[in-house]
T-cell receptor, first 113, second 117 residues
Framework: AQSVSQHNHHVILSEAASLELGCNYSYGGTVNLFWYVQYPGQHLQLLLKYFSGDPLVKGIKGFEAEFIKSKFSFNLRKPSVQWSDTAEYFCAVNAGAGTALIFGKGTTLSVSS | GAVVSQHPSWVICKSGTSVKIECRSL??????MFWYRQFPKQSLMLMAT?????????EQGVEKDKFLINHASLTLSTLTVTSAHPEDSSFYIC?????????????FGQGTRLTVV
């Protein structure tokens, strides 16, 4: 069965600091990878996704993620965080079109101004 | 992106009653919809996969007689929590994928906060 592991439960940063959130998945086959963000009181929004091709994926709001197949990882990065990036971040994986997303436990990011 | 609308956004019900939650894809046809449950400060746990016109597939540990899922059309799936109890209080989220497109992500509804008193 697939599983997703997010290493950081709660990350606290100051504005302008760089961010990297770890995500590892467990699945032997081809996967699609996603990062979602959930702002307080709002629904999940897609930050970025990887299906195939360039393993460095750029998403919205300056976020990017790199798929490293050999490490089963899909870490999320942002060079300089803003206070408005305070939110819950979820890494997710599915095994292909039409299959359900399996989510990691999430990482709470708190950015102080 | 595509829009998935979930209704109601929040509901309070008495223990023993049933509650229906609707999930609609507003601008695309969703052959498959997914229902998740999210406890406070925790991740989304998949409850079931719903395919239009067929029975839902439930994840292990999810009671199908308690969480009734109906996916009668390509734009609507419903989750009915039957004989609700306080332990069913949670945040329920649906997602849907445009069945006509390859390599697209699933879109999420805004969620329904259920409180059983």
């Amino acid at each position: 069965a697939q599983s997703v592991s997010q290493h950081n439960h709660h990350v606290i940063l100051s504005e302008a600091a760089s961010l990297e959130l770890g995500c590892n998945y467990s699945y032997g086959g081809t996967v699609n990878l996603f990062w979602y963000v959930q702002y307080p009181g709002q629904h999940l929004q897609l930050l970025l996704k990887y299906f195939s091709g360039d393993p460095l994926v750029k998403g919205i709001k300056g976020f990017e993620a790199e798929f490293i197949k050999s490490k089963f990882s899909f870490n999320l990065r942002k060079p300089s965080v803003q206070w408005s990036d305070t939110a819950e971040y979820f890494c997710a994986v599915n095994a292909g079109a039409g299959t359900a997303l399996i989510f990691g436990k999430g990482t709470t990011l708190s950015v102080s101004s | 992106g595509a829009v998935v609308s979930q209704h109601p956004s929040w509901v309070i019900c008495k223990s023993g009653t049933s509650v229906k939650i609707e999930c609609r894809s507003l601008d695309f046809q969703a052959t498959t919809m997914f229902w998740y449950r999210q406890f406070p400060k925790q991740s989304l746990m998949l409850m079931a996969t719903s395919n239009e016109g067929s029975k839902a597939t439930y994840e292990q540990g999810v009671e199908k007689d308690k969480f009734l899922i109906n996916h009668a059309s390509l734009t609507l799936s419903t989750l009915t929590v039957t004989s609700a109890h306080p332990e069913d209080s949670s945040f329920y989220i649906c997602s849907a994928r445009d069945g006509g497109l390859e390599n697209t992500e699933a879109f999420f509804g805004q969620g329904t906060r259920l409180t059983v008193v």
